[in-house]
């Protein structure tokens, strides 16, 4: 190829076409949910039950068949849980299935039912055993949160079929209770105390089996949850930062997004030679990529075999988001997965940039009226900034942040005035109050990541509220004025998601389609900010570099575009502490900081 990318041998095709969806247990983990609806449903409904084994449950003892429809009904809520991950050849739920199908065939022979609920439970339990093979999966990374996550999920559903639990009983129920005791029953029985309700005959001890067997489920799980080994999302290691650095200063002018690959919360595989590597983080089941892989192009294949090695050990669904045209061409000949156009990056050369002219009016007006206002502005290196000055910057941008959470994955560092990114450029506006706050004169910044030898890319942009519209716009301009001196030629700033169709969807002849599509990305952009970056970008006359999405097929891209929400911040399924925990860790930090302030300066 005439850029430099190798060509795909055929050792490559054979190993890296992907991991393709198996059909065997995808078909297997449906006949896992449909076998433990029907469980749960033999276990709840009574004449779901009835059957010609009536008159051998009769010679059985008193309790056995109240136990029979708890333990169907907790064979039936366990199977549903564990669909999935059949879905995804996971090892530990295929041991799992194997054990509780035989346990709920027992259970649906013991307790009224035909032989037909058996015979069921043996036809998933045959191709289980025999293509067991195909489960071979390793688990994912997992924390403590997924415990307090199930505790609510298993909660309020067993809140919710607990009231189906007690009230399919209607001619046996004594009385007609109101909601609100049929609700309290459920939660006296989940925690295995006997409830308001009572019933004829033998119905009382089958609704208190059930409801007792839910709640069992619902500690047992969460109690496995919370005391099984941890292992946490991947982080990089030392070792593994200071190789990707050194690919860095070799290869780091050939992606913008390559400095990120150092954000501290991603995984990392290497090339067998060590001279290329993919960095990445699993969401939800995704293994999301992103940029392009860092190092020699002629390594990138080694790098992506690994990548897709990973993907295919754990059954994680393999994706890249925001690699370039050259990247996206390499991913997709070596793996044989797809490509889709996601949007364009705003690189602005600085030798062309100039507020002179009609197009630059609005900045130009605009720039000028905030230093009339009084405002000025400092660019500079990290490593030239103080460790008092740090300290007060970073309590800002963690202030100022819009959201709880720190948001940004591909176009994003999560750190600023580490001491190992001193080439990082910082840019700050700054305004003499006549009481200055707790951040002194401190109004804006941002903070921008190496891009090779000669060239940044924006990493965040941070404002005080109360300071004048326009401090992003100044703060932009500031920089790329003020680029020459460090040596930077070239300056890419935010991403701007579908612009093309943006672009093209205003101009005149655009077809109905292209105006619908853009009239919805219009619609998102009060919930996203897809037009609004993508106008501000333009306002700084760049040109447009391609971004785009690999994926393995269209099937998948609900759920990558699901997990990249997770990985940038704007989706957070992990319940948030109470802000005033949160305020109470701030504080800490900040009197921590303050205290390494104080002792510097009694040092000085």
Known sequence: MSDGVPGRSSRTRRILRGPRPEAVPAVIGRAAALVGLLDIAAGVFP??????????????????????????????????????????????AWRAAVALLPAGAMA??????????????????????????????LPDPRSRWRALTNFVLMSAGSLALGLVIVSVHPHRMVGDPSLADRLTHVVYGLFGFEGPLDYDGTTSWTVAFSLGALGWLTAATTAYLAFRPEHPAARLTEDDESRLRALLDKHGKRDSLGYF??????????????????????????????????????????????????????????????????????????????????GDEAVVDVADFSLAGRAMRNVRQMVKRIERAGYETRVRR???????????????????????????????????????????LIATAHK???APGEYGDLKAILHFVPWGPDGVSLDLMRRDRSADPGMNELLIVAALQAAPKFGVSRVSLNFAMFRSALARGEKIGAGPVLRAW???????????????????????????????????????????????????????????????????????????????????????
């Open 47 to 92: 004449r779901f039950r009835h059957s010609r084994m009536h008159t051998l449950a009769e010679v059985l003892p008193g309790s056995f068949g109240p136990f029979a429809a708890a333990l169907s009904l907790s064979t039936g809520v366990l199977l549903l849980l564990l669909a999935h991950g059949l879905k995804r050849r996971k090892r530990r």
């Open 108 to 137: 649906q022979f013991a307790y009224r039912h035909s032989v037909a609920g058996v015979l069921i439970a043996i036809a998933l339990l045959v191709p289980l055993l025999r293509h067991r093979d195909q489960f071979a999966a």
């Open 261 to 342: 690959a150092l954000r501290r919360d991603k995984a990392v595989v290497f090339s067998p030679s060590g001279k290329a590597a993919v960095t990445y983080r699993v969401v939800s089941g995704v293994m999301l990529a992103s940029g392009d892989p860092i190092g020699d192009v002629e390594a990138w294949p080694g790098a992506i075999e690994r990548f897709m090695d990973e993907a295919k050990a754990h059954s994680w669904t393999p994706a890249v988001m925001g690699c370039s045209e050259t990247g996206g061409e390499v991913w997709t000949r070596e793996t044989g997965l797809d490509a889709l156009e996601l």
């Open 382 to 424: 990290i490593r030239d900034l103080g460790e008092a000055e740090l300290a007060r910057i970073r309590r800002a941008a963690e202030d100022w942040r819009g959201t709880d959470t720190e948001r940004g994955f591909s176009m994003a560092l999560g750190r600023i005035g580490d001491p190992a990114d001193g080439d990082c």
């Open 432 to 434: 003499a109050d006549d």
């Open 518 to 604: 853009r009239g919805l990305l219009v619609f998102l952009s009060r919930w996203f900010q897809i037009e609004s970056l993508y106008k501000f970008n333009a306002k700084f006359q760049p040109r447009w570099e391609p971004r785009f999405v690999v994926y393995r097929a269209s099937g998948d891209l609900p759920r990558i575009g699901f997990a990249a929400m997770q990985a940038e911040g704007f989706v957070n399924l992990a319940l948030p502490l109470p802000r005033f925990l949160r305020r109470r860790r701030t504080d800490a930090a900040r009197a921590c900081a303050h205290t390494v302030t104080e002792q510097d300066a009694r040092a000085a």
